[in-house]
């Protein structure tokens, strides 16, 4: 398939690019986009064919679901079957932006949207192009982020072209996501509403909204064996090419350790990355080192953090340490990806202590 490759300008938006992009949209066809947390793959939701060859073209398993874009509060009676009082105050604080809730859905939305389920996703993203892009679409586009499954989801387009181009009809190029971690996904059909997936929007900004909120405790415990409320959490994820290892600890003593691991790396011939915090990079004696910002602007982190992994990918790193973050607020959405990313593959050196 030939890929369209179009450019925008968030300032100044061509409004007959969206416009064909939105009939691709309505003919069924795929388009990615931008979006404040990551691109996105975005098909039709209300077509259950338009589903079925966004997981063809990801390479995603159709049990795991998928999450409706709209741009307008209105959009939403559509496609749910109820809204809880809870989902319109939580939508009044944080929608437009980086906050999926979970809903009891329509008859309108096909079970190839949501995987099977009696539930959807939905989003409302703040980005001003993908608003246009949903609106020109006819209001509903199913979305997962625009990455071939398994690989980290791309925060910068040339990295939707890396994975997408050949496989859909058109690519939007547009600046890089501000964000640059998928949604907080909130379930909000129980009577407590639970976070299926920390993101941006902690659980202390929620609870600020709308008291109580757990969390799934799959989330919270890697060796736990209960299923993931969220499907999409029982997959890989976000994974480099290379062997990533997370190593937690006192941080000169993780220096030390990285250090010493990669020397020892190094001499036997392989090609070693090192992801640092600003504070710690230059005490690194490795060759291939990142800086993922500082520990005091987990923001910064959260956005370069995705865009690490796939440099090291085009560097054809095999083995990537990374120091580990803190994890209050964004940072336990960050530590989240970065486990999963590193398969849960810990070096926690106060633990090594005690023992
Ligand atoms: P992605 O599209 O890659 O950001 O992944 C979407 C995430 O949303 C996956 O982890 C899905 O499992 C989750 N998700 C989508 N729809 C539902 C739903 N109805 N119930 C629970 N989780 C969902
Ligand atoms: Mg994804």
Known sequence: MKTEIVFIDENNIDQDIIDRAGDIIKRGGLVAF?????????????????????????????????????????????????????????????????????????????????????????????????????????????????NISGRPSPTSARFVEEDMDGRIDMIIKGDDSRIGLESTIVDITSEKPMILRPGYITKEMLEEVVGEVTIDPTILDAACTERPK???????????????????????????????????????????GVIATGENVSNYSCANIKCVGSRTDEEEIAHRLYSILREFDDEDMEVIYSEAFDEGGLGGAIMNRLLKAAGHQVIDLRQEEEE
């Open 230 to 272: 969220a499907p999409g959490m029982r997959y890989r994820h976000y994974a480099p090419k290379g062997d990533l290892t997370v190593v937690k600890g006192p941080e000169d003593e993780v220096v030390e350790y990285i250090n010493l691991a990669c020397a020892s790396m190094e001499s036997s011939g392989k090609k070693v």
């Open 34 to 146: 931008p979006t404040e947390t990551v691109y996105g793959l975005g098909g039709d939701a209300l077509n259950r064919e338009s589903s079925r060859k966004i997981y063809a073209a990801k390479g995603r398993p159709s049990d795991n679901p998928l999450i409706v874009h709209i741009a307008d509060m209105e959009a939403l009676d559509r496609i749910v079957s109820d809204i809880p009082a809870s989902a319109l105050k939580l939508a009044d604080y944080f929608w437009p932006g980086p906050l999926t809730m979970i809903f009891f859905k329509s008859d309108a939305v096909p079970y190839d949207t949501t995987g099977g389920l009696d539930t959807v996703a939905v989003r409302m993203p703040v980005d001003s192009v993908a608003r246009a892009f949903i609106r020109a679409s006819g209001g509903y586009v199913a979305a997962p982020s625009a």
